[in-house]
């Protein structure tokens, strides 16, 4: 079966098409919830509401290869996660009129483990992690950040920098840096 089928079959409410696509998506997007929601629990929760959402309204969906299908379940997981954390009342970003300190774009020195960085993502506060997380992975800018979040693009900017700044010290911790 290739996804285009799946995702007719889905329309049709096909089980089989539905196991398809989760089978073929449920891991990379639980990751992603795992970005923004530390217990492991929470964030499978939330993945499977995010695919109980997407079957739900597939067919407002245009299939236009692999990649619209990556960005529309992204964007539902995402918007599931910043619900979750809004009601669990964790997504508490402190309004600055202005960023502290430039943001750095340079990259330390030397290899690091993904496993090890994602430890250190996810040890971040959660409005630091939610911002980065947006901004840097997901590729949102500060204005649709500061939308998403109800907060300023000065206050999106400002948690960016923040996460960049611990996210730098605990590099700078790790030994043989």
Not at 51 to 59: C, E, L, V
Not at 67 to 82: F, G, P, T, Y
């Amino acid at each position: 079966m290739n996804t285009q089928k799946a995702i007719e079959g889905c329309r049709n409410k096909d089980r089989i098409s539905q196991k398809y696509l989760f089978d073929r998506w449920s891991e990379p997007m639980l990751m992603l919830c795992t970005r923004y929601v530390r217990h492991l629990p929470d964030a499978e929760e939330l993945m499977l509401n995010g695919f109980f959402n997407f079957f739900k309204a597939i067919d407002r969906f245009q299939y236009a290869g692999d990649d619209s299908l990556r960005a529309w379940l992204k964007k539902i997981m995402v918007n599931e996660c910043l619900m979750f954390l809004r009601r669990k009342g964790e997504l508490k970003i402190v309004e600055e009129k202005y960023a502290a300190g430039t943001i750095a774009e340079d990259t330390p020195e030397g290899k690091i483990a993904a496993a090890e960085l994602y430890k250190m993502i996810v040890a971040l506060p959660t409005g630091y992690r939610t911002v980065f997380n947006l901004y840097v992975v997901e590729g949102f800018t500060h204005k649709e950040i500061g939308q998403m979040l109800g907060i300023s693009e000065g206050a999106s900017k400002s948690q960016l920098s923040k996460a960049r700044e611990s996210l730098k010290k605990s590099l700078s911790v790790i030994p043989g840096k």
